[in-house]
Nanobody, 115 residues
Framework: QVQLVESGGGLVQPGGSLRLSCAAS????????IGWFRQAPGKEREGVSC????????YYADSVKGRFTISRDKAKNTVYLQMNSLKPEDTAVYYC????????WGQGTQVTVSS
């Protein structure tokens, strides 16, 4: 079964850190474009960061640049999103996505930044 499973979300105070994981099963992430998206209540889903497995090029939204880092563990077939200096406006459900000839979405993981 082809799927992506996110984990690592939770409640964190402003200024804190979380690391999200996105584990792929049923397929390999080689040559896929892999992205992290988020959707806050009442807002549209937005792209946060993406990574090209074929050439290693990364992209970050301006709102997270310098705070978030996307990375990949090829052996574990897993992609990570390290999130530092979290702000309340980072609160959202975070989804990972893999796209090549097909597109796969994870089920999402909730991140809440609040004191």
């Amino acid at each position: 079964q082809v799927q992506l499973v996110e984990s690592g979300g939770g409640l964190v105070q402003p200024g804190g850190s979380l690391r999200l994981s996105c584990a792929a099963s049923g397929f390999t992430l080689d040559y896929y474009a892999i992205g992290w998206f988020r959707q806050a209540p009442g807002k549209e889903r937005e792209g946060v960061s993406c990574f090209s497995s074929s050439d290693g090029v990364t992209y970050y939204a301006d709102s997270v640049k310098g705070r978030f880092t996307i990375s990949r563990d090829k052996a574990k077939n897993t992609v990570y999103l390290q999130m530092n200096s979290l702000k309340p406006e980072d609160t959202a459900v975070y989804y990972c996505n893999a796209k090549r000839t097909r597109e796969v979405w994870g089920q999402g993981t909730q991140v809440t930044v609040s004191s």
